[in-house]
């Protein structure tokens, strides 16, 4: 029995987003109760245990868009046959056999602020929008979710090109912030206009550190729920 429990863990998912080639998923560790059929929160020195599951044999350990779909951010979930795999700053990585939808966490408030990080004055280690491949390696985490301030989101193009991107401004501990958004539908809500996204009283912004790309690791904002 002990043994099987090492060897599966419990999430509530905090964000199911862009990747490349498929989808990123992300989320708070839970201890579950096996008698009250209840969870709580894992903490390490006062902070959410984050879990990140990764596929193996795939470019980045993207989870395939088939198996993605069926998860929503609040969804409990398990995955089974752990094992620890951390690469760098993502500590949080997990290969896995099997995923699966095992409840739904309530997505209120009180909720949220306990699985939102109260340590990192600056997000990942600078107030810039990537981190060097020299800090990375030693960084230590790559996902958490904060409540920021003086939120807007805005079109811009991409680089060299006509396309645009979703991105988002915000305060944080008395920094600001410019990143983008990989968050599959805010970004599909943009499509329709972008001054609704805009209209919330107050916002939790789950981030994420991408894969290396020209020499950075680009901060993401992967995931928002707006109140």
Known sequence: LIMMNMMEKYFVCMA??????????????????????????????????????VTQGTAHGEIPNYISEQFQVMDILKIEDVRACPDCAQSENFYFSTISKVGRANSNVKTLDMLCDSYHGLIFGNRGRAVAPESYASLGYSLMLIKPEGVRFFMENRYNSDVQRLRVCFTYNGHEYNLPVTDPEICQRASYGINQLNNSNSYYLTLSLGVEHEGWHSKLVANVISM
Do not use: A, F
């Open 16 to 53: 199911v987003s862009y990747k490349y080639g498929g989808t990123c998923i992300g989320g708070v560790e839970l201890e579950r109760n096996p008698r009250t059929h209840s969870y709580s929160i894992v903490k390490v020195n006062g902070l959410p245990k984050w879990v990140r599951p």
